[in-house]
């Protein structure tokens, strides 16, 4: 297994929001992550990409503390999320927009995006965050009283992202966001990860999409059947031999 | 005509009695996909502490009113404890196990709580004080006392509160939440241990008041009585639909019907053969008929892919 860096990225020493450090995970007593290290600055967006089963899902399931790890560290803003559950890590400013986006069938879009204040208190910045993402997602203001399973699939994850905004993340994590979407849904997605990111909002975005993904981000990292193989400026991976053949196919 | 107006008028008491219990199944089930078995014996601990917290109150000069609203406090705070305990000792162990698991587990819960309050009350009938005045009203033909209209009036009140809780409240959208998708609750901040625990002391509390309420109706409490009245709930339960709530509340209520219009009627449907003792076998012919021909119950959907 090749595991090259294309360019050094050494010049970007901030200190990481987000650090993981030989991650493994494994599914009973198979391994789907390999002992993996990344890194995401303040402000940044890195993509993360690779074929179907390389273990992208099980990464970020288990950063959202979802899933176990079975051995080593995970660092948010300088602290280990070791012992800290799911639902915690969600006040400490980490967010996943999980893969099929997981929004809530039976709920109706508001309820939805209150939900995903769930971990605030603060009443009246809710209420003004609310009108933002009907302002944000139009859409969704349109439908705002209708159960969230009605709605087709480029409006649920509308839905899954401004929830998940909802909950004012420092880091957002997106698992195949462009899943299943129409191209002209796929646009209006990506657009609004772009607008986020520019606003200052660190991002993690996994897609199988790689040229869509990393033409977006800064950084990105390809994995492959549990390890990552090769990481770099996001031009640069575009750029290179070994992503263009993989996944870009040319 | 006056007595099918006096069945419906019992059957419909009776029944919101049994819908305050469906309830607590269904929202059980609903969160977790698992029927709590030993719910029928949280009524009749329920039952039990009331009457004691009761007879004991009175015993020291306590006035009517304020004793049984005290009593019901009891009640409903040892019931909440026990749910509780329920879900944490039987069932949270168990989360990831086969399903008939947490089945067998309940069925031990129930045995236990059986034995333990056969040993604390003993193996005889309590009888509930005579406490509220307790006049007969005739409506159109048939007698209602008041006991039966506080029944009914409060088991509708309570339900109503229930659906607000459920619909209208933070806590009521993240039991729904956690109900759909636990993973996704979770990524939402939800700590879902915590609403299925409240979930089960919900429930529990309406299986307090529940048990107030039999005992005051029959005027009796024992130590077996949440046998039978749990499977009835349960079946009030599935015949709404098993998960949805207002499904359980239909299902209690229709059961209670059937059930009092069949002893009503059973005399002349079998030509005197059999008597109005027969009552309680509607309810397993209510269940076998919805098990085979709706199994997913009157209102609900999902029953077949989940259970
Ligand atoms: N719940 C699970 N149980 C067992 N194996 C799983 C489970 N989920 C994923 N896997 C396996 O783990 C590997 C990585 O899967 P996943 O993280 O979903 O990959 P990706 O998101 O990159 O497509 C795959 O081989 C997959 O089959
Ligand atoms: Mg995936």
Same mark, same amino acid.
């Given at each position: 297994m090749s595991r090259g860096t $294309?360019?050094? $990225? @050494? =010049?970007?020493? =901030? $200190?990481? /929001?987000l650090e993981v450090r030989s991650l493994q995970v494994a599914y009973g007593g198979i391994q789907a992550v390999k002992g993996i290290d990344l890194h995401i600055a303040p402000g940044e967006l890195v993509a993360l990409i690779g074929s179907n089963g390389a273990g992208k899902t099980t990464t970020l399931k288990t950063l959202a503390g979802l899933l176990p790890l079975s051995s080593g560290q995970i660092h948010y803003d300088g602290k280990s999320l070791h012992n800290i559950e799911a639902h915690q890590r969600v006040s400490m400013g980490i967010a996943l927009v999980p893969e099929g986006r997981g929004v809530f069938a039976r709920l109706t879009v508001h309820e939805n995006l209150q939900m995903g204040a769930y971990s605030r208190n603060d009443q009246h910045e809710i209420a003004s965050d609310l009108a933002r993402m009907y302002e944000l997602f139009p859409r969704l203001a349109e439908r705002r009283g209708q159960l969230a399973g009605t709605l087709s699939g480029g409006e649920q994850q509308m839905v899954a992202m401004a929830r998940a905004l909802m909950s004012r993340p420092r880091l957002l994590m997106l698992d195949?966001?462009?899943? @299943? #979407? =129409?191209p002209l849904m796929v646009q209006k997605i990506f657009e609004t990860i772009r607008d986020i990111a520019a606003q200052g909002m660190s991002i993690l975005l996994v897609e199988q999409n790689a040229r869509l993904a990393l033409q977006a981000a800064q950084r990105g990292y390809v994995m492959e059947s549990g390890s990552i193989t090769l990481s770099g400026a996001a031009g640069e991976l575009l750029g290179s031999d070994a992503v263009q053949r993989a996944y870009l196919g040319s | 005509m006056e007595i099918l107006l006096q069945q419906i008028i019992n059957g419909l008491v009776q029944g919101s009695v049994y819908a305050l219990v469906a309830l607590g199944y269904t929202m059980v089930y609903g969160i977790l *996909? /698992?029927?709590? %078995? =030993?719910h029928g014996e949280v009524v009749m601990v329920g039952a039990m502490l009331a009457l004691s917290a009761l007879t004991a109150l009175l015993g020291m000069g306590v006035p009517p009113v304020p004793a049984l609203l005290f009593s019901v406090m009891v009640a409903m705070a040892g019931c909440m404890v026990l749910g509780y305990g329920i879900e944490r000792i039987a069932y949270r162990p168990l989360r990831h196990a086969s399903r008939l698991a947490p089945l067998i587990t309940a069925i031990g819960v129930s045995i236990v709580l059986q034995n333990l309050a056969m040993m604390i009350w003993g193996r005889e009938y309590h009888s509930f004080p005579q /406490?509220?005045?307790?006049d007969t009203h005739n409506f159109g033909g048939a007698i209602i006392n008041d006991i039966q209209i506080v029944i009914f009036i409060l088991a509708l009140a309570i339900m109503a509160g229930l659906m607000v809780v459920v619909h209208r409240t933070r806590l009521g959208c993240a039991m729904r939440a956690v109900a759909e998708n636990q993973h996704a609750a979770q990524l939402m901040g939800v700590d879902i241990n915590r609403v299925i625990s409240i979930t089960f002391m919900l429930g529990s509390a309406l299986a307090a008041i529940a048990g107030l309420m039999v005992s005051a109706n029959y005027g009796l409490a024992h130590y077996y009585m949440g046998f039978l009245l749990g499977l009835k709930a349960f079946t009030a339960a599935v015949l709404g639909g098993i998960g949805n709530l207002r499904g359980a509340m239909l299902g209690g209520l229709l059961l209670g019907l059937i059930e009092s219009l069949g002893a009503g009627y059973i005399g002349d449907l079998t030509g005197g053969f059999m008597g109005s003792n027969y009552q309680d076998v509607f309810a397993f012919f209510v269940l076998i008929a919805v098990l085979v %021909?709706?199994?997913? *119950? /009157? #209102? @609900?959907?999902?029953l077949a892919e989940r259970a």
């Open positions: $294309v360019s050094p $990225v @050494g =010049a970007r020493r =901030a $200190v990481p /929001l195949e966001p462009s899943m @299943g #979407l =129409a | *996909g /698992l029927i709590n %078995f =030993a /406490l509220i005045s307790n %021909f709706r199994p997913s *119950g /009157l #209102l @609900g959907e999902r």
